[in-house]
């Protein structure tokens, strides 16, 4: 029987210790930050919304959440409310952020949206830029000062809509070893607020100056790729037989002897092992010396 109180008790203390110890759990858990902000997808006209939300139970009388705001990324445009009451102001704050002030606002029973607050991407922003939400002290329920209130920030990211390439590459011949040339070439990104911007930054894919035959270069900016062909070849090869040998020699000499009846594109670029704009007997001549491997 004593043994029996004893072990009770006992079991009544680690009972107690676990219940305080999950109290302090869920006191934890269960903290609330009064908001969240969160940013939609970007709409036409480069509109992007973003959703403040209000935690269920909370009086936020006298409270004033700002939105601090990148003012070289995005410009406010408007807040529209929900159908609760209690902001009686939204606008622009010298400090570059929207302020919402929660004048007479009631607990809300459960998280509602509250309001949306309107943005604009500014021309040619490109990037991530971030929504950092700054809140006030504000009253809960039992007309008690909450502080600590706190919304996680919010990042944005802009990129091309589409790219073009309004303008290829003025080479599109090479010999294999050949670094690749984009002299010429023209991408203009498209944003989604309408504005254009050609780029200087791109990322370059496909080009293999060690592989003959047709190549297509890719050309990346963010998720968006345009591309161009152009055209590797093994030098002195001039039938395409991934030979360097007398049967390409027998084409350079008869188009040299024929020197009226010049080719174009690429079979003159294949020919004219000079690069001097005609085929003739030096070409002839540079051939020779690579089938024999004098020049390479
Ligand atoms: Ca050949």
Redesign the pocket.
Known sequence: MHVTKRLARVLALALCVTMVLQAALISTSALNRGFSVSAGAIQDGGLIPVTVTVDGGYNLAGCKLKLRFDEGFLQYVRADFGSFGGVTEAGVSPDNSVTLSFVSMEAVATTQTFCTVWFRIVDGAVGTTKIEPIVSEAIDVNNQTISGLSADSVSITVTAQSLTMTSQPTKKYYFCGEPLDTTGMTLVATFPNGSTKELADFGLFGFDTNSSGNQTVTVRSGKHTASFEVVVA?K??????????L??YAIIVDTAVFAENQPEGELLFRQDLMQDGAVDCFDAAYESLLISGIVQ
């Open positions: 093994r002195g090869d001039v039938n395409c037989d991934d030979l360097v040998n049967a390409d």
